[in-house]
Protein backbone atom coordinates (compact mmCIF):
# COMPACT_ATOMS: atom_id res chain seq x y z
CA UNK A 1 0.00 0.00 0.00
CA UNK A 2 3.01 2.28 1.15
CA UNK A 3 4.63 1.82 -2.36
CA UNK A 4 1.03 2.37 -4.36
CA UNK A 5 0.77 5.64 -2.61
CA UNK A 6 4.93 6.39 -3.64
CA UNK A 7 4.16 5.47 -7.07
CA UNK A 8 0.48 7.97 -7.07
CA UNK A 9 2.21 10.75 -5.54
CA UNK A 10 4.91 10.97 -8.32
CA UNK A 11 2.67 10.24 -10.86
CA UNK A 12 0.87 13.57 -9.68
CA UNK A 13 4.00 16.05 -9.48
CA UNK A 14 4.55 14.68 -12.57
CA UNK A 15 1.28 15.69 -13.71
CA UNK A 16 1.23 19.33 -12.38
CA UNK A 17 5.05 20.12 -13.16
CA UNK A 18 4.65 19.24 -16.74
CA UNK A 19 6.67 16.56 -16.27
CA UNK A 20 7.28 14.60 -19.73
CA UNK A 21 9.59 11.85 -21.49
CA UNK A 22 13.20 13.71 -22.50
CA UNK A 23 13.34 13.40 -25.36
CA UNK A 24 10.06 15.31 -25.98
CA UNK A 25 11.15 18.08 -23.48
CA UNK A 26 14.55 18.47 -25.56
CA UNK A 27 13.04 18.28 -29.16
CA UNK A 28 10.22 21.22 -28.41
CA UNK A 29 13.07 23.30 -26.28
CA UNK A 30 13.45 26.96 -27.61
CA UNK A 31 16.26 26.69 -30.20
CA UNK A 32 17.66 30.21 -28.64
CA UNK A 33 18.31 31.01 -25.01
CA UNK A 34 15.11 32.20 -22.77
CA UNK A 35 17.31 35.10 -21.82
CA UNK A 36 18.30 37.81 -23.58
CA UNK A 37 22.02 37.88 -23.52
CA UNK A 38 24.55 40.30 -25.42
CA UNK A 39 25.86 39.25 -28.11
CA UNK A 40 29.66 38.02 -28.65
CA UNK A 41 31.85 40.80 -30.17
CA UNK A 42 34.50 39.11 -32.38
CA UNK A 43 38.00 40.30 -31.52
CA UNK A 44 38.30 41.50 -35.30
CA UNK A 45 36.36 40.90 -38.78
CA UNK A 46 37.52 40.79 -41.94
CA UNK A 47 35.74 43.05 -44.41
CA UNK A 48 36.67 44.33 -48.20
CA UNK A 49 39.39 42.00 -47.47
CA UNK A 50 40.59 44.21 -44.85
CA UNK A 51 41.56 43.17 -41.27
CA UNK A 52 39.70 46.04 -38.82
CA UNK A 53 40.45 45.41 -34.51
CA UNK A 54 37.43 45.70 -32.25
CA UNK A 55 39.67 46.56 -29.21
CA UNK A 56 39.34 50.43 -29.26
CA UNK A 57 36.69 51.74 -27.22
CA UNK A 58 34.24 53.10 -29.79
CA UNK A 59 35.02 50.33 -32.39
CA UNK A 60 33.79 47.82 -29.29
CA UNK A 61 30.92 49.80 -28.17
CA UNK A 62 29.79 50.61 -32.02
CA UNK A 63 29.46 46.85 -33.33
CA UNK A 64 28.18 45.84 -30.13
CA UNK A 65 25.07 48.44 -30.25
CA UNK A 66 24.83 47.48 -34.27
CA UNK A 67 24.65 43.57 -33.36
CA UNK A 68 22.19 44.04 -30.54
CA UNK A 69 20.01 46.04 -32.32
CA UNK A 70 20.35 43.32 -35.65
CA UNK A 71 19.90 40.01 -33.04
CA UNK A 72 16.63 41.32 -31.36
CA UNK A 73 15.33 42.91 -34.31
CA UNK A 74 13.56 39.33 -35.45
CA UNK A 75 11.45 40.39 -37.79
CA UNK A 76 13.55 42.51 -40.31
CA UNK A 77 16.65 40.10 -39.51
CA UNK A 78 14.36 37.27 -41.06
CA UNK A 79 12.70 39.66 -43.48
CA UNK A 80 16.33 40.30 -44.83
CA UNK A 81 17.70 36.70 -44.79
CA UNK A 82 14.41 35.68 -46.94
CA UNK A 83 15.04 38.04 -49.70
CA UNK A 84 18.49 38.10 -49.66
CA UNK A 85 17.81 34.04 -50.84
CA UNK A 86 16.61 35.68 -54.03
CA UNK A 87 18.38 38.77 -54.92
CA UNK A 88 21.95 37.93 -53.71
CA UNK A 89 22.52 35.91 -56.81
CA UNK A 90 21.11 38.78 -58.75
CA UNK A 91 23.80 41.55 -57.34
CA UNK A 92 26.52 39.54 -56.47
CA UNK A 93 27.71 38.64 -60.31
CA UNK A 94 27.51 42.48 -60.99
CA UNK A 95 29.49 43.83 -58.15
CA UNK A 96 31.70 41.11 -59.45
CA UNK A 97 31.78 42.51 -62.96
CA UNK A 98 32.50 46.31 -61.78
CA UNK A 99 35.36 44.97 -59.66
CA UNK A 100 33.60 46.53 -56.73
CA UNK A 101 34.04 43.87 -53.41
CA UNK A 102 31.13 41.38 -52.48
CA UNK A 103 30.67 42.71 -49.25
CA UNK A 104 28.86 45.42 -50.86
CA UNK A 105 26.07 43.46 -50.76
CA UNK A 106 25.73 44.36 -47.00
CA UNK A 107 25.46 47.95 -48.04
CA UNK A 108 22.52 47.42 -49.59
CA UNK A 109 21.23 45.36 -46.72
CA UNK A 110 21.29 47.68 -44.51
CA UNK A 111 19.63 50.39 -46.63
CA UNK A 112 16.66 49.22 -47.58
CA UNK A 113 16.28 45.14 -45.86
CA UNK A 114 16.89 44.28 -49.38
CA UNK A 115 13.13 45.90 -50.48
CA UNK A 116 13.30 47.01 -54.28
CA UNK A 117 10.76 49.03 -53.90
CA UNK A 118 11.29 51.38 -50.40
CA UNK A 119 11.26 54.64 -49.82
CA UNK A 120 12.90 56.64 -47.67
CA UNK A 121 11.33 60.06 -45.81
CA UNK A 122 14.10 61.76 -48.15
CA UNK A 123 12.67 60.31 -51.34
CA UNK A 124 15.72 57.99 -51.30
CA UNK A 125 14.13 55.12 -53.71
CA UNK A 126 15.31 51.25 -54.17
CA UNK A 127 17.44 48.62 -52.81
CA UNK A 128 20.36 51.08 -52.90
CA UNK A 129 18.60 54.45 -51.66
CA UNK A 130 19.44 56.40 -54.30
CA UNK A 131 18.11 60.20 -54.37
CA UNK A 132 16.47 61.40 -58.16
CA UNK A 133 19.88 63.61 -59.06
CA UNK A 134 22.26 60.48 -58.08
CA UNK A 135 20.40 57.98 -59.98
CA UNK A 136 20.41 59.96 -63.36
CA UNK A 137 23.71 61.22 -62.65
CA UNK A 138 24.67 57.56 -63.04
CA UNK A 139 22.80 56.61 -66.14
CA UNK A 140 19.09 55.28 -64.34
CA UNK A 141 15.64 56.71 -66.41
CA UNK A 142 13.78 58.50 -63.61
CA UNK A 143 10.49 60.02 -65.81
CA UNK A 144 6.26 59.88 -65.20
CA UNK A 145 6.42 56.52 -65.97
CA UNK A 146 9.49 54.60 -65.34
CA UNK A 147 11.88 54.63 -61.87
CA UNK A 148 14.70 52.38 -62.83
CA UNK A 149 15.51 52.97 -59.42
CA UNK A 150 13.31 50.11 -58.34
CA UNK A 151 15.31 48.35 -60.90
CA UNK A 152 17.87 45.44 -58.95
CA UNK A 153 19.94 44.65 -61.97
CA UNK A 154 19.80 48.50 -63.25
CA UNK A 155 20.25 50.32 -59.42
CA UNK A 156 23.09 48.46 -58.92
CA UNK A 157 25.24 48.80 -61.55
CA UNK A 158 24.68 52.63 -60.71
CA UNK A 159 25.88 51.86 -57.44
CA UNK A 160 28.95 50.47 -58.67
CA UNK A 161 29.68 52.88 -60.68
CA UNK A 162 29.16 55.68 -57.89
CA UNK A 163 31.30 53.22 -55.55
CA UNK A 164 34.30 53.00 -58.13
CA UNK A 165 34.17 56.86 -58.93
CA UNK A 166 34.89 57.17 -54.87
CA UNK A 167 37.40 54.71 -54.75
CA UNK A 168 39.18 56.59 -57.11
CA UNK A 169 39.36 59.77 -54.97
CA UNK A 170 39.76 57.88 -51.71
CA UNK A 171 41.75 54.46 -52.42
CA UNK A 172 40.14 52.85 -49.09
CA UNK A 173 36.53 50.79 -49.65
CA UNK A 174 35.67 51.34 -46.42
CA UNK A 175 35.99 55.43 -46.70
CA UNK A 176 33.50 54.90 -49.90
CA UNK A 177 30.90 53.20 -48.16
CA UNK A 178 30.56 55.71 -45.53
CA UNK A 179 30.83 58.56 -48.30
CA UNK A 180 27.57 56.72 -49.61
CA UNK A 181 25.93 57.47 -46.75
CA UNK A 182 27.11 61.18 -46.14
CA UNK A 183 28.14 61.90 -49.67
CA UNK A 184 31.56 62.88 -51.04
CA UNK A 185 31.36 66.12 -50.66
CA UNK A 186 30.77 65.90 -47.29
CA UNK A 187 33.71 63.30 -46.65
CA UNK A 188 35.78 65.76 -48.50
CA UNK A 189 35.16 68.10 -45.94
CA UNK A 190 35.59 66.34 -43.21
CA UNK A 191 38.40 64.90 -43.69
CA UNK A 192 39.84 68.48 -44.20
CA UNK A 193 38.34 69.99 -41.59
CA UNK A 194 39.41 66.97 -39.04
CA UNK A 195 42.32 65.80 -40.39
CA UNK A 196 42.10 62.64 -40.42
CA UNK A 197 42.73 59.37 -42.42
CA UNK A 198 40.59 56.56 -40.73
CA UNK A 199 36.43 57.17 -40.61
CA UNK A 200 36.55 55.35 -37.19
CA UNK A 201 39.09 58.44 -36.06
CA UNK A 202 36.14 60.87 -37.48
CA UNK A 203 33.36 62.67 -36.11
CA UNK A 204 30.38 62.28 -37.94
CA UNK A 205 26.98 62.98 -37.57
CA UNK A 206 25.20 59.58 -35.71
CA UNK A 207 23.55 58.12 -38.58
CA UNK A 208 26.71 58.22 -40.19
CA UNK A 209 28.88 56.76 -37.36
CA UNK A 210 26.86 54.04 -37.03
CA UNK A 211 27.23 53.19 -40.49
CA UNK A 212 30.39 50.73 -40.91
CA UNK A 213 29.30 49.02 -38.00
CA UNK A 214 25.84 48.13 -39.59
CA UNK A 215 27.16 46.69 -42.25
CA UNK A 216 30.18 44.50 -40.14
CA UNK A 217 26.83 43.32 -37.90
CA UNK A 218 25.41 42.19 -41.13
CA UNK A 219 28.07 40.33 -42.46
CA UNK A 220 28.73 38.81 -39.00
CA UNK A 221 25.12 37.62 -38.46
CA UNK A 222 24.86 36.61 -42.17
CA UNK A 223 27.68 34.41 -42.21
CA UNK A 224 26.88 32.80 -38.67
CA UNK A 225 23.11 32.88 -38.19
CA UNK A 226 22.29 30.27 -35.64
CA UNK A 227 25.18 31.98 -33.57
CA UNK A 228 22.72 35.41 -33.27
CA UNK A 229 19.67 33.04 -32.96
CA UNK A 230 18.07 32.72 -36.17
CA UNK A 231 17.80 29.08 -37.59
CA UNK A 232 15.62 28.85 -41.19
CA UNK A 233 14.48 25.90 -43.10
CA UNK A 234 14.84 26.25 -47.04
CA UNK A 235 11.27 26.84 -47.69
CA UNK A 236 11.36 29.77 -45.32
CA UNK A 237 13.53 31.31 -47.74
CA UNK A 238 12.11 33.59 -51.06
CA UNK A 239 13.05 31.49 -54.46
CA UNK A 240 14.10 33.43 -57.04
CA UNK A 241 11.53 33.62 -59.71
CA UNK A 242 12.33 32.59 -62.86
CA UNK A 243 11.95 35.01 -65.86
CA UNK A 244 11.51 35.35 -69.80
CA UNK A 245 13.04 38.75 -70.95
CA UNK A 246 10.95 41.32 -73.25
CA UNK A 247 12.99 43.87 -75.09
CA UNK A 248 10.73 47.07 -75.60
CA UNK A 249 11.26 49.57 -77.37
CA UNK A 250 7.96 51.69 -77.97
CA UNK A 251 5.33 53.02 -75.39
CA UNK A 252 2.87 50.64 -73.95
CA UNK A 253 -0.46 51.93 -73.23
CA UNK A 254 -2.21 49.57 -71.22
CA UNK A 255 0.21 47.62 -69.47
CA UNK A 256 -2.68 44.91 -67.33
CA UNK A 257 -3.39 44.15 -71.27
CA UNK A 258 0.30 43.86 -71.85
CA UNK A 259 0.49 41.27 -69.37
CA UNK A 260 -2.62 39.60 -70.04
CA UNK A 261 -1.46 38.84 -73.50
CA UNK A 262 1.99 37.36 -71.87
CA UNK A 263 -0.23 35.09 -69.76
CA UNK A 264 0.48 37.34 -66.32
CA UNK A 265 -1.42 39.11 -63.90
CA UNK A 266 -0.92 42.56 -63.66
CA UNK A 267 0.49 42.04 -60.06
CA UNK A 268 2.57 39.81 -61.55
CA UNK A 269 3.49 42.08 -63.90
CA UNK A 270 4.20 44.98 -61.51
CA UNK A 271 5.83 42.53 -59.10
CA UNK A 272 8.82 41.46 -61.16
CA UNK A 273 8.97 45.03 -62.83
CA UNK A 274 9.04 47.39 -60.06
CA UNK A 275 10.51 50.14 -61.65
CA UNK A 276 7.21 50.59 -63.67
CA UNK A 277 5.13 53.30 -61.96
CA UNK A 278 2.34 53.57 -64.37
CA UNK A 279 -0.26 51.65 -65.79
CA UNK A 280 1.05 52.61 -69.13
CA UNK A 281 4.88 52.83 -70.21
CA UNK A 282 6.73 55.65 -72.23
CA UNK A 283 9.71 54.64 -73.81
CA UNK A 284 11.17 57.89 -74.93
CA UNK A 285 13.14 56.02 -77.67
CA UNK A 286 14.80 53.81 -74.96
CA UNK A 287 15.22 50.28 -75.02
CA UNK A 288 13.61 48.25 -71.73
CA UNK A 289 13.88 44.54 -70.68
CA UNK A 290 10.72 43.52 -68.99
CA UNK A 291 10.48 40.59 -67.16
CA UNK A 292 7.73 38.24 -67.73
CA UNK A 293 7.30 35.49 -64.98
CA UNK A 294 7.19 31.87 -65.88
CA UNK A 295 4.39 30.03 -64.42
CA UNK A 296 6.24 27.15 -62.82
CA UNK A 297 8.17 29.96 -60.90
CA UNK A 298 4.40 31.80 -59.64
CA UNK A 299 3.64 28.73 -57.36
CA UNK A 300 5.23 26.75 -53.94
CA UNK A 301 3.62 23.65 -55.59
CA UNK A 302 6.27 21.99 -53.32
CA UNK A 303 8.54 23.76 -50.73
CA UNK A 304 11.55 25.70 -52.34
CA UNK A 305 14.72 23.88 -51.89
CA UNK A 306 16.78 27.00 -53.23
CA UNK A 307 19.48 28.27 -50.68
CA UNK A 308 21.53 30.77 -51.82
CA UNK A 309 24.05 30.03 -49.06
CA UNK A 310 24.07 26.83 -46.90
CA UNK A 311 25.22 28.25 -43.93
CA UNK A 312 21.79 29.86 -43.44
CA UNK A 313 19.71 26.85 -43.13
CA UNK A 314 21.06 24.27 -40.44
CA UNK A 315 20.54 20.43 -40.92
CA UNK A 316 19.10 21.07 -43.74
CA UNK A 317 18.45 17.43 -44.82
CA UNK A 318 17.12 16.26 -41.67
CA UNK A 319 14.03 19.18 -42.29
Not at 63 to 78: A, F, G
Not at 252 to 259: Q, R, S, T
Amino acid sequence: MKNYLIILIIASACTITGYRDSTVVERERPEISPYAVSPEIPPTITFFGKEYDFRRYNMREGIDRELTSMTYQHSMTMLAFKRANRWFPVIEPILKSHGIPDDFKYLATIESTLDPKIVSPAKAVGMWQLLESTGRSYGLTITATVDERRNVVRSTEAACKYLREAYTKYGDWLTVAVSYNSGMGRMNEQKALQGEESVFDMYFVEETTRYPYRMFAAKLIFENPLKYGFKFKAADLYAPLDCDEVTVDSDIADLPGFAHHHGITYFDLKFCNMWLKDSKLITGGKKFTVLIPKKNSLYYNKPNSYVHNPDWVINQQSW
